[in-house]
């Protein structure tokens, strides 16, 4: 079974706290960020995805061009995108944690990346689970 652990994001100080998945010592999202910058030709549009994040994590309201609940979710850990024009960024609120980043992709992978990050967060609240009963 896969091990999921949470590392805060230190850098970010606000009101709501954020937090990264890490599955079996990796981030999704340091992947997805380390490529993004490794590229070079979107480095504006992250610092975008990081401004909004900052915004979100002091519990500002952001439009759903910017920051958009995904329809869907079943249960009260509401799943959440960050937009910008090529990218996007995949999270979900967990009441009593804070904000779950979980990955980010591309808006040509989008749906691909919606169903990744599905599989990712209930994978986790499955682990958080059953580690939970033990």
């Known amino acids: 079974m896969p091990t999921f652990t949470l590392d805060p994001i230190e850098e970010i100080n606000g009101k709501i706290r954020l937090f990264k998945l890490v599955l079996d010592g990796l981030s999704p999202y340091d992947g997805f960020e380390e490529q993004i910058r490794h590229d070079g030709n979107l480095l504006k549009e992250l610092n975008t995805i990081q401004t909004r994040l900052e915004q979100i994590a002091n519990g500002l309201l952001l439009p759903e061009t ?10 009260e850990h ?17 009441v009593k944690t804070g904000n779950i980043i979980v990955l980010g ?21 499955a682990f958080k689970y059953f580690s939970y009963v033990k």
């Open 105 to 125: 992709g591309r808006k040509d992978t989008q749906s691909k990346d919606i169903h990744h990050f599905t599989k990712l967060r209930m994978g986790y609240l």
């Open 78 to 94: 509401t799943e959440y995108e960050i937009k910008t024009h090529n990218l996007r960024v995949y999270l979900f609120k967990e």
């Open 66 to 75: 910017k920051f958009k609940k995904l329809k869907g979710c079943k249960d």
